[in-house]
């Protein structure tokens, strides 16, 4: 699949998601800790359609039919095919304009990678998503990337190909998209809601805590080795797993809402009834060295996460920073995004989905 089912894919999601949705092809490796949590997550999911559909009986059944001489080169020209057939058939909705209008201004507005930096310019200045509905425009952009490889212009062999094969390639498509739009877009039903926390807000006075902390702990020590005052204060207070996450059984993916329990202070990002949090909200739960490992959703950015995985407190940390508010300038805290579960309908809250997490 190519840029247009990516971003249908993907559309469900926040602009982060789509965005890490479009550019992936030209990020590299597994290290993604360069990206936000949801533009991460957006590539990731990316990487798997892909995967899936590379592996997808129709597709392979397709790239045996092209040329011998082509036939590597064919699952690049597939790619680009099946967005032409999506482009023709959402061609006039509503959503579908809605969702390039909302591409293009993602990337107009955002850097591409170094590898994309001087496609994207042009896709949008030249409306290639609306452009695929052509089938000439499609072979055309076939055999451009073509030139852009080295040797010969494999590519734009393959075109003769894809003008004879079209019924059948349609054929594929009508038997792919739905199964895989099916199996990998960004669900819109979802069978259960849970909500979790965790047990790292402060509880003792914040400098008989400090005294009783051993020095830079968090460098020293496993978190099961951690005293009760280091493990809280290892919390760097972003309220991120008070955020409201409806988990799709069928899938096993959880989706994270910028909607917040109830109990949540969003200006604080502190929980306002925390010692009697568990008689309102159920679901809350403790964290525990254990889980940190096992809630594979807590944020990169997370301070029990980083410990667990070995990695170094970020500079904004208070541990480090000496300076709680640091974390909601930095954008890191759910302050400036978050909405309170009280003033979301129950029926509205899928339309809250900022990220989709494998668990
Ligand atoms: S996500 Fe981690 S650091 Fe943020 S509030 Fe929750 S436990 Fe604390
Ligand atoms: S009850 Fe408190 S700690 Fe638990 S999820 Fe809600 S706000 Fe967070």
Known sequence: MNFLAHAWLARAGSDDFLYGNLIADGVKGRDLSGWSDATAL?????????AWVDSHPCV?????????????????????????????????????????????????????????????????????LRGYADFEFTCRAVAGIGRRLSGPNQLAALVPWLHDDYPRLEQDFQSLWPVLFEALSLKHSVAKTQLYSVCCRVTMKEEAMKATMRERFWERFTLEELTPPEWEALCDG??????????????????????????????????????????????????????????????????????????????????????????????????????????????????????????
């Open 238 to 359: 972003c309220g991120q797993c008070c955020l409201l996450k409806l988990h799709d059984e069928e899938t096993q993916e959880l989706a994270v809402l910028n909607v917040a329990c109830r109990l949540l202070d969003i200006q604080s990002c502190q929980c306002s009834d925390y010692p009697n949090r568990f008689d309102s909200v159920p679901d809350c739960t403790q964290l525990t060295p254990a889980l940190v490992k096992e809630f594979t959703w807590l944020p990169q950015s997370c301070g029990y996460r980083r410990v667990s995985e070995g990695r170094k407190l970020a500079g904004w940390h208070p541990l480090l920073s000496n300076d709680a508010e640091r974390v909601h300038r930095k954008g890191i805290s759910v302050r400036s995004f978050a909405v309170s579960q009280d003033d979301v309908p129950e029926k509205q809250l899928e339309s809250h989905i900022i990220a989709i997490l494998p668990m």
């Open 42 to 50: 957006g590539i990731r999911h990316h990487r798997r359609v892909d």
């Open 60 to 128: 392979a059944g397709a790239r045996r039919r092209a040329p011998t001489a082509q036939r590597r080169y064919a699952g690049i020209a597939l790619d680009m095919v099946w967005d032409h057939f999506l482009a023709r058939d959402m061609a006039g909705r509503q959503d579908h304009e809605q969702l390039i209008e909302r591409c293009y201004q993602l990337l107009s507005t955002r850097p591409a990678p170094n590898r994309l930096a001087g496609m994207m310019p042009l896709l949008v200045k030249h409306d290639w």
